[in-house]
């Protein structure tokens, strides 16, 4: 019985993220520009290790908490690492097409040296192949 609660617990954990619906007005928490996409667009988790914005005016942040100090704005179209399969849920935000969603993923940004978080739904997966020569993230 305590197998099937956790599990039911895990599953409304993440439906938490999932049935975030799209964005119908302007939120006080929302400082990122629309990117027009489609929310199933975004990142879930980091699965690849590299992750790249939709979105122009991306805040990095020391924390997932809206209050948290930024350190770096990101542009759409540039990469990052993040760390794999995670993800943080926090504060709740509007950005990307996503209305009261409080996903975040950890990325590094190499022109500071440092780790922070930003919206998950900003940030769309990057999958390398073997055969690949040239790296977005670079």
């Known amino acids: 019985m305590k197998m ?6 895990g599953i ?7 049935l975030a619906g799209p964005a119908g007005g302007a939120s006080a928490h929302s400082d990122v520009a629309s990117a ?25 942040r020391a924390g ?6 930024i350190f770096h704005w990101g542009q759409k179209g540039w990469g990052y690492a ?24 950890n990325v590094y940004v190499p022109e500071v040296g440092q780790w922070g978080y930003t919206y ?7 999958w390398f192949s ?4 040239q790296n977005p993230l670079s």
Do not use: H
């Open 12 to 18: 409304v954990a993440a439906l938490g993220l999932v």
């Open 82 to 105: 993040c760390t794999r399969n995670v993800y943080a849920l926090g504060d709740r935000y509007t950005a990307c097409g996503v209305s009261n969603a409080n996903g975040w993923i």
């Open 130 to 133: 073997a055969k690949s020569e």
């Open 64 to 69: 997932i908490k809206i209050s948290s100090p």
């Open 36 to 60: 027009g996409q489609l929310a199933a667009a975004y990142t879930r988790n980091c699965p690849s290790g590299s992750v790249v914005s939709i979105a122009n005016n991306l805040p990095v």
């Open 120 to 126: 998950m739904t900003c940030l769309e997966d990057v």
């Open 4 to 9: 099937i609660r956790r599990s039911m617990f």
